[in-house]
């Protein structure tokens, strides 16, 4: 079958029973579609729905509608074939088994997804080193410190070649080293295998320099779906710094708050920000400070991360809401 997305999720819906006739509406109508090679940022604030996003295409959480295909299958009309196509790293690492050593964890989830240990094994052996776990390799994982359990579940979701990857949170409990070690064997594995990979993390800088996309969620739904250089264009474009030759007298001040609801000051520098929704506010800002005898020292365009364009999507400010 010819694919053309590795992972698509369609009309996807969550909606949590826990009991006494209550309902938590955790993901509400959740489209993604992903061809190979893509790595896509999953955010949004805690209880956005990430996790019971990526549990639903595992068939760890049953949606209570809609539709998803991993390489084509479709997980519940063909689970045997799209869930060989899928390894995770799960939140808190639950997805390794505590009372086995690594390399037995290692190999029983390449033999899982049909790799004999021969053929797996130069794999796995790069991985131990690469995550310095060579040396802890027979330990039991339950006698591991959190931050090893963690690298042994990223370990075991990378030692089986699967075209999606999905990882919840993956550098949660890693020292900064490992964090950078597994960003380069994301940006490896979509590079030289054209491997999907789904990252949620709170951590936008690692984001920003892995994820071509991302797809940001409030309360179930999807806000944001772009590539990550025209969010940030999108948004450097709005957000200018004036400072100015002499701060504004009170009533200034206040005038310029009234109508422009998006200044912000900035004392110390004798400078505000203003958040600017078109050109025309742009010139209607010029316009009142040169009515005002307020004089420009200096005009600056700011240039956001990742994390500012995300807090102001998820606070509903500018044209994503
Ligand atoms: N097993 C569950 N039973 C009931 N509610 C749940 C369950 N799992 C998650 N939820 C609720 O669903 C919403 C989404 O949660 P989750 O998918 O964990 O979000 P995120 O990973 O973005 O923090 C939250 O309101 C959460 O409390
Ligand atoms: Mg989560």
């Given at each position: 079958?010819?694919?053309?997305?590795?992972?698509?999720?369609?009309?996807?819906?969550?909606?949590?029973?826990?009991?006494?006739?209550?309902?938590?509406?955790?993901?509400?109508?959740?489209?993604?579609?992903?061809?190979?090679?893509?790595?896509?940022?999953?955010?949004?604030?805690?209880?956005?729905?990430?996790?019971?996003?990526?549990?639903?295409?595992?068939?760890?959480?049953?949606?209570?509608?809609?539709?998803?295909?991993?390489?084509?299958?479709?997980?519940?009309?063909?689970?045997?074939?799209?869930?060989?196509?899928?390894?995770?790293?799960?939140?808190?690492?639950?997805?390794?088994?505590?009372?086995?050593?690594?390399?037995?964890?290692?190999?029983?989830?390449?033999?899982?997804?049909g790799y004999s240990w021969a053929a797996a094994r130069p794999?796995?052996?790069?991985?131990?080193?690469?995550?310095?776990?060579?040396?802890?390799?027979?330990?039991?994982?339950?006698?591991?410190?959190?931050?090893?359990?963690?690298?042994?579940?990223?370990?075991?979701?990378?030692?089986?070649?699967?075209?999606?990857?999905?990882?919840?949170?993956?550098?949660?409990?890693?020292?900064?080293?490992?964090?950078?070690?597994?960003?380069?064997?994301?940006?490896?594995?979509?590079?030289?295998?054209?491997?999907?990979?789904?990252?949620?993390?709170?951590?936008?800088?690692?984001?920003?320099?892995?994820?071509?996309?991302?797809?940001?969620?409030?309360?179930?739904?999807?806000?944001?779906?772009?590539?990550?250089?025209?969010?940030?264009?999108?948004?450097?474009?709005?957000?200018?710094?004036?400072?100015?030759?002499?701060?504004?007298?009170?009533?200034?001040?206040?005038?310029?708050?009234?109508?422009?609801?998006?200044?912000?000051?900035?004392?110390?520098?004798?400078?505000?920000?203003?958040?600017?929704?078109?050109?025309?506010?742009?010139?209607?800002?010029?316009?009142?400070?040169?009515?005002?005898?307020?004089?420009?020292?200096?005009?600056?365009?700011?240039?956001?991360?990742?994390?500012?364009?995300?807090?102001?999507?998820?606070?509903?400010?500018?044209?994503?809401?």
């Amino acid at each position: 079958m010819p694919l053309s997305h590795v992972l698509e999720i369609t009309e996807l819906r969550k909606i949590y029973r826990p009991g006494t006739g209550r309902q938590v509406v955790a993901v509400d109508g959740f489209d993604l579609s992903l061809e190979a090679g893509m790595v896509i940022g999953l955010l949004g604030p805690n209880g956005a729905g990430k996790t019971t996003i990526i549990k639903c295409c595992l068939g760890l959480v049953i949606p209570s509608s809609g539709t998803i295909r991993v390489a084509g299958y479709d997980l519940w009309r063909q689970p045997v074939q799209a869930r060989l196509r899928v390894a995770a790293v799960l939140e808190g690492s639950r997805n390794v088994y505590w009372r086995h050593s690594v390399i037995e964890n290692l190999r029983f989830f390449a033999n899982l997804h049909g790799y004999s240990w021969a053929a797996a094994r130069p794999r796995a052996e790069e991985l131990l080193e690469r995550l310095d776990l060579a040396d802890r390799r027979t330990a039991l994982v339950g006698e591991l410190s959190r931050g090893m359990q963690q690298k042994v579940a990223v370990a075991c979701a990378l030692v089986r070649r699967c075209p999606l990857v999905l990882l919840d949170e993956p550098t949660l409990g890693l020292d900064v080293e490992t964090a950078r070690e597994l960003e380069r064997l994301i940006i490896e594995l979509a590079r030289e295998q054209g491997t999907t990979v789904v990252v949620s993390s709170h951590q936008m800088d690692l984001v920003e320099r892995i994820c071509r996309r991302v797809a940001i969620l409030r309360k179930g739904r999807l806000v944001v779906n772009d590539s990550v250089t025209n969010l940030l264009d999108i948004f450097a474009a709005r957000a200018y710094r004036f400072t100015l030759e002499n701060p504004p007298g009170i009533e200034q001040r206040q005038e310029l708050l009234s109508r422009f609801p998006g200044v912000c000051f900035d004392d110390a520098a004798g400078a505000f920000r203003l958040e600017v929704m078109d050109a025309g506010e742009f010139y209607d800002l010029m316009e009142f400070m040169r009515q005002a005898g307020l004089r420009v020292a200096q005009i600056d365009r700011e240039v956001p991360d990742l994390g500012e364009v995300f807090l102001q999507v998820i606070r509903g400010e500018g044209s994503f809401a």
